[in-house]
């Protein structure tokens, strides 16, 4: 008897963690499009390969704890059609967090957590056919002159769509999105942010920036103007990495962007993602965490979404 109330008691406990996973993916009452968030965290993930620190040890230990590469996915759930902004390292994960629905993948630069994951569309792996990749100029002229990258477009796997700076792509009746120029260490490739628009709101996606005062736009009033806000939070302030140059790895520290948006109203749009394996906030029990929160801002979570 006491063998059968365990046995009954695992198998409710399956369910119920099934039935949950599932709604975290993808929330199925939803028929306005809307975007999802597959991963926060900066391109190496969190856990760091090499790392030893405190900041990495519980989370080898706790696989429940590994945060995916920074990445969002578009979503309509009325056509069934999803696109996702960079493939990372994790894509094959956050592709099955799309239910493996996809219609096309938009790329925001050449450092290795952004476009790595395309390799899975390979032979080796997926042997897709002709999937559409958004690339800017530069960007297009590396995937197509350099292995292993140049092999998926001879092998017809991917079909690379050049796009252009604030030049608006349709992506359906309901959607579309707008690469922007931003400013980064651009060896490769170029480096762009993305407008999404959908039919009631915006979002604006900024993984990696160098600082907001070297844009030639206005921050504030690019986040005034659109409902939500995924911005650049790799690190949280210059004291994180101890004995490294910070300036060879410029990108605006989470207070000083706490500081820098102090006087706008719709703080509460502002998610910081794309945070380094050493940021103290991807930890929710943390200080940084909670003082982000005090000042009326967000840290992008996993699997959360935003209803455009």
Avoid at 155 to 164: A, F, G, Q, T
Wanted: hydrophobic share 40%; glycine share 6%.
């Amino acid at each position: 008897m006491k063998n059968y109330h365990i046995v009954l008691f695992l198998l409710i406990f399956s369910i119920f963690f099934a039935v949950n996973l599932n709604e975290s993916f993808t929330n199925r009452s939803f028929t306005n499009p809307y975007v999802i968030v597959l991963g926060i965290a900066q391109d190496g993930g969190a856990p760091h390969a090499g790392c030893t620190k405190e900041c990495c040890e519980e989370k080898w230990d706790n696989p429940t704890q590994h945060a995916r590469v920074s990445s969002i996915g578009i979503v309509d759930p009325v056509t069934k059609e999803s696109w996702i902004i960079d493939a990372t390292p994790d894509f094959a994960l956050q592709l099955t967090a799309l239910d493996n629905q996809l219609s096309g993948i938009f790329l925001t630069h050449a450092h290795i957590g952004h476009y790595t994951g395309l390799m899975h569309l390979g032979r080796e792996v997926m042997g897709a056919k002709e999937i559409p990749v958004y690339a800017m100029p530069r960007m297009k002229t590396f995937l197509e002159s350099n292995g292993p990258w140049n092999q998926l477009v001879a092998l017809n796997n991917i079909s690379i769509n050049e796009i252009n700076d604030n030049v608006k792509i349709t992506l359906n009746e309901r959607l579309s999105i707008t690469p922007f120029l931003v400013p980064h260490r651009d060896e490769y490739s170029e480096t762009v942010g993305y407008k999404v628009e959908g039919p009631n709101k915006s979002l604006v996606f900024i993984p990696d920036i160098d600082k907001w005062q070297k844009w030639d736009q206005d921050i504030k009033e690019v986040v005034s103007n659109n409902t939500y806000s995924l911005l650049d939070g790799t690190f949280y302030d210059i004291d994180e990495l101890p004995g490294r140059d910070m300036s060879e790895i410029p990108h605006p520290f989470i207070v000083e962007s706490i500081d820098f948006f102090s006087d706008i109203v719709n703080k509460s749009g502002v998610h910081f993602i794309h945070l380094n394996h050493s940021n103290p906030a991807l930890d929710s029990n943390s200080n940084a965490f909670d003082n982000i929160k005090k000042n009326g801002f967000h840290i992008a979570q996993r699997d959360q979404l935003f209803d455009l």
